[in-house]
Structure formats: structure tokens, C-alpha cells
């Protein structure tokens, strides 16, 4: 099998989605585990765009810059290109059902049917929400990473 290679989906890509990667990539440091792990959107507004001020400052206080992140749009190839896709939300799950190929390979999933307790639900979308909201995506796609390395480590 490839090596492992992951991508997370929310909106707009600059708020979740990052947020997910940069968890996930900071979880798999501490693992040893060299994981290939990328971010997109379902939209296409911000494509281009850094992360929104709100989430680089989230990560910021775990010490990882985002600053360089850039917003880019999910396409067909991702299914190709990515051994997991993950979802940040149902809505975001069903529009990825629809963009993948038939020959796409990824194995495609809601992230928090990874995390016991809480399969079946959405990393709430803190874009039109106030600071305190990006603290739980946070801790969200922490829980998510961790059982993502914990899964992979196997
Ligand atoms: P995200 O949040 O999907 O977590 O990146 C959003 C960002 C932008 C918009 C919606 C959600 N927007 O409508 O522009």
C-alpha cells in the first residue's frame, strides 16, 4: 500500500480545513509518522487566500504558523493523488461524493466519525462566529488527528 496521504475538506478552506491539517501534521511529529497531509475547499471564494486572521491565531498559540497556508479548491484528481479524504462536515461529505471519479482510490469519510462519541456530526463552522468558536474547531480536528495517527500507527 502507498504511503498514506490525506486531505481535509471544509467550505471555504480557510478556517477547518487548515486548521485539521495543521493538528494533524503537529500530531504525526510527534509520532514519527511521515504522512503527506493537505487542505481544500469545496468552494472556491477563498482560493488563493491565507487562513482566516481568527484560525492562524488559533494555531499560533500552539505554536504553529499557518501564515503560509493557501486557500485551493477540491478536484477530481484529489481522489487520485490522496489515500484519505475526509470531511469536515455532511454538507462538505455529500458535495465530495459528487466531485469524486469513479476511478478515484480514496477512501472518503466524515473526520469525526473517527472520534468515539461523536460519529455522525460536522466540525461546526466557526467562519461567522465569534473567537471562542475556533477554539473547539481546535480541539475538534486535535481529537480527529489523534485518532488519525493512532489508526495509521496500527
Ligand atoms: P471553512 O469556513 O469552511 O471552515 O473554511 C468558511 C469560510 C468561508 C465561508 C464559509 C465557511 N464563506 O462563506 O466565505
Do not use: C, M
Given at each position: 500500500m502507498s504511503d498514506p496521504a490525506i486531505l481535509f475538506v471544509c467550505l471555504g478552506n480557510i478556517c477547518r480545513s487548515p486548521l485539521a491539517e495543521a493538528a494533524?501534521?503537529?500530531?504525526?511529529?510527534?509520532?514519527?509518522?511521515?504522512?503527506?497531509?493537505?487542505?481544500?475547499?469545496?468552494?472556491?471564494?477563498?482560493?488563493?487566500?491565507?487562513?482566516?486572521?481568527?484560525?492562524?491565531?488559533?494555531?499560533?498559540?500552539?505554536?504553529?504558523?499557518?501564515?503560509?497556508?493557501?486557500?485551493?479548491?477540491?478536484?477530481?484528481?484529489?481522489?487520485?493523488?490522496?489515500?484519505?479524504?475526509?470531511?469536515?462536515?455532511?454538507?462538505?461529505?455529500?458535495?465530495?461524493k459528487r466531485i469524486r471519479p469513479s476511478d478515484g482510490r480514496a477512501r472518503l469519510q466524515l473526520l469525526m466519525d473517527l472520534v468515539p462519541g461523536r460519529e455522525g456530526s460536522g466540525v461546526t463552522d466557526p467562519y461567522f462566529g465569534d473567537d471562542a468558536g475556533f477554539d473547539i474547531t481546535w480541539d475538534d480536528v486535535t481529537r480527529a488527528a489523534r485518532a488519525i495517527v493512532a489508526q495509521l500507527a496500527r
Open positions: 494533524l501534521r503537529a500530531e504525526a511529529a510527534k509520532a514519527g509518522l511521515d504522512l503527506i497531509v493537505d487542505s481544500a475547499g469545496t468552494g472556491d471564494w477563498h482560493v488563493g487566500s491565507p487562513p482566516d486572521t481568527r484560525a492562524q491565531a488559533v494555531a499560533l498559540r500552539q505554536g504553529i504558523d499557518i501564515s503560509g497556508y493557501r486557500g485551493r479548491q477540491v478536484t477530481a484528481e484529489d481522489f487520485r493523488r490522496f489515500t484519505h479524504v475526509f470531511a469536515l462536515d455532511a454538507d462538505n461529505l455529500r458535495n465530495l
